[in-house]
């Protein structure tokens, strides 16, 4: 049986100055583990002065953990924000959302990260989101051109319920969370115009936004298994992620913005445990080397990575499968397995190896390799590369 409604936990504080709000708190969920059928999690309704602005889905179980929830345009003054338990939309297991602390803040227009938080999008997620493939992080980036500047958004998921496996993003993209990116705009910036705004739909097409806003921000809405995004839709979950400064693309990969986020790796691992009727140690990310590196590839090229130990074992990042190869220029991130606690000294070689017959030439530069500790932090794992 589910949990009653617990007591709703308010929050107020002066808001002096006016900018994009957001509540900061600190929460925990009795009894639930992002690792635990039927207990994942716990869902809460946010308000702002009774009125919904979004759902935080409490993923991090029991243990205190911080979560933001992002507002909208909050003016000077004295909002009530509330934290209420959704026990119609959590688990089974889930009992009650605890809330030990939270405050209020704005980010002013003055702000270096205002535009980014200005044009962030709102997410319907699938009514499943409580259990599978929850929206983690809203990783963002800015560049200037011209008079322009371009604005890009991308969701990062727990996991993918379909079409990319596990082992094909740690592959592809060093890690087993999804990333898309799903919103682009360009603003005039001495106007304040916006000329072109897109979203990446399903196929990765892309679709121009309509005018569907919450405390005025663009709303998307997760439209497949495989968390592709629509201008169309809706669900009973609304998440509204803060955004985070994710990259600068011309210095390293996308992915290079989840090292800072240790825990929500550990959640992946977590749903990766639960939904596998076994867990050998290549499902476990810490049993993998990470190498990010910068390629010059032609069409057709493939590439994989190859460790040797000194005991004559090999292990290849695409596991001797031609669609889980890097095909990309630019900066890529991939990961291969390695036989828990493998050290430097017991590698013989790590080497790059072309997988396709195409004469053209490829430059690999720019390698740098690391491990995840048992708290799945980055550690660098220095060798010897041969590209």
């Given at each position: 049986?589910?949990?009653?409604?617990?007591?709703?936990?308010?929050?107020?504080?002066?808001?002096?100055?006016?900018?994009?709000?957001?509540?900061?708190?600190?929460?925990?969920?009795?009894?639930?583990?992002?690792?635990?059928?039927?207990?994942?999690?716990?869902?809460?309704?946010?308000?702002?002065?009774?009125?919904?602005?979004?759902?935080?889905?409490?993923?991090?179980?029991?243990?205190?953990?911080?979560?933001?929830?992002?507002?909208?345009?909050?003016?000077?003054?004295?909002?009530?924000?509330g934290i209420t338990f959704r026990p119609d939309l959590s688990p089974p297991g889930a009992r009650e959302v605890q809330v030990e602390n939270a405050s209020l803040g704005t980010i002013p227009e003055n702000h270096p990260d205002y535009l980014l938080w200005r044009f962030a999008p709102r997410l319907y997620g699938r009514p499943d989101n409580a259990t599978s493939d929850t929206p983690l992080l809203l990783l963002a980036r800015y560049r200037h051109e011209g008079a322009y500047t371009r604005l890009a958004y991308a969701f990062v998921w727990s996991d993918q319920d379909a079409d990319r496996s596990m082992l094909q993003r740690l592959a592809q993209d060093g890690t087993p969370m999804d990333i898309d990116w799903v919103y682009e705009l360009t603003l005039e910036r001495r106007t304040g115009r916006i000329p072109k705004a897109v979203v990446q739909s399903a196929g990765?097409?892309?679709?121009?936004?309509?005018?569907?806003?919450?405390?005025?921000?663009?709303?998307?809405?997760?439209?497949?298994?495989?968390?592709?995004?629509?201008v169309q839709g809706s669900s009973p979950l609304l998440f509204a992620l803060p955004p985070v400064w994710a990259y600068d693309e011309t210095?390293?990969?996308?992915?290079?913005?989840?090292?800072?986020?240790?825990?929500?790796?550990?959640?992946?691992?977590?749903?990766?445990?639960r939904e596998a009727n076994f867990v050998p140690s290549t499902l476990d990310p810490r049993n993998y080397l990470y190498l990010d590196f910068k390629t010059t590839l032609s069409p057709g090229s493939l590439l994989a990575v190859q460790a040797t130990l000194r005991d004559g074992r090999t292990s290849v990042s695409d596991h001797n499968n031609p669609t889980l190869t890097v095909f990309r220029s630019g900066w890529n991130r991939t990961a291969l397995p390695l036989p828990p606690g493998t050290t430097p000294t017991q590698l013989a070689s790590v080497r790059f190896l072309r997988r396709d017959k195409t004469p053209a030439k490829h430059l690999v530069e720019s390698v740098t390799t690391f491990v995840l500790d048992a708290k799945f932090q980055p550690q660098p794992f220095r060798l010897a590369i041969t590209v």
């Open positions: 049986m589910k949990a009653q409604q617990t007591l709703t936990f308010t929050v107020t504080e002066t808001i002096h100055v006016a900018g994009e709000g957001f509540v900061r708190l600190l929460a925990r969920a009795p009894g639930c583990d992002w690792s635990r059928r039927g207990a994942e999690s716990a869902v809460a309704d946010i308000t702002v002065d009774g009125i919904p602005r979004a759902q935080l889905v409490v993923h991090r179980g029991e243990a205190l953990a911080e979560y933001t929830v992002a507002l909208g345009y909050l003016e000077p003054g004295n909002p009530l924000v990765q097409l892309t679709d121009p936004l309509r005018g569907r806003f919450v405390a005025g921000h663009p709303v998307l809405a997760t439209a497949t298994r495989n968390n592709m995004v629509s210095k390293g990969p996308r992915e290079r913005a989840l090292d800072a986020f240790p825990w929500a790796l550990e959640l992946a691992a977590k749903e990766i445990r």
